[in-house]
């Protein structure tokens, strides 16, 4: 009895999987071939089948659509663009000292909105003595040096 069932054809999950995914890339490929027989067959007469007068209005909306691009706006972009990715320019460093006395005189500048007699007396002996102390410490420094050399 076994020699008899065995030419019968069994139908399990396993074999229907296997002709339904058959089914399924035959369907495919002429799908595939029905699309690219239709792309083909419109390439083939292009410009035989457009008339001169849409030949002209293909050209005019591309010269129209030339020149709406804001080429200027384009052109500043890449400029910006260009100006970001540019190294930044290497600030020299101050003394500190330097620029708190250039601060508190530009201070000492804006707070006076009239030229008073007295305030322009007080700041100019306020840099008397800010360059004598300036001038004794450089020579303290070069006594220093000259002492332990």
Do not use: H
């Amino acid at each position: 009895m076994e020699g008899q069932q065995s030419w019968k054809p069994r139908l399990s999950f396993r074999n229907a999987t296997i002709v339904l995914c058959l089914v399924n890339v035959l369907s495919v490929l002429l799908l595939l071939q029905a699309f690219l027989s239709s792309t083909s067959s419109r390439s083939k007469f292009p410009n035989s089948q457009l008339s001169s007068a849409q030949l002209r209005y293909i050209r005019e909306s591309e010269e129209i659509r030339l020149a709406m691009q804001p080429l200027e706006l384009i052109k500043r972009v890449k400029e910006i663009q260009q100006e970001a990715y540019a190294e930044p320019e290497k600030v020299q460093e101050k003394d500190a000292k330097q620029t708190a006395a250039a601060d508190l005189s530009k201070r000492l500048k804006d707070l006076r909105s009239v030229n008073d007699a007295n305030s322009m007396k007080a700041l100019e002996e306020w840099r008397k003595r800010k360059m004598e102390r300036a001038r004794l410490r450089q020579l303290e420094r070069n006594g220093t040096l000259t002492a332990q050399a």
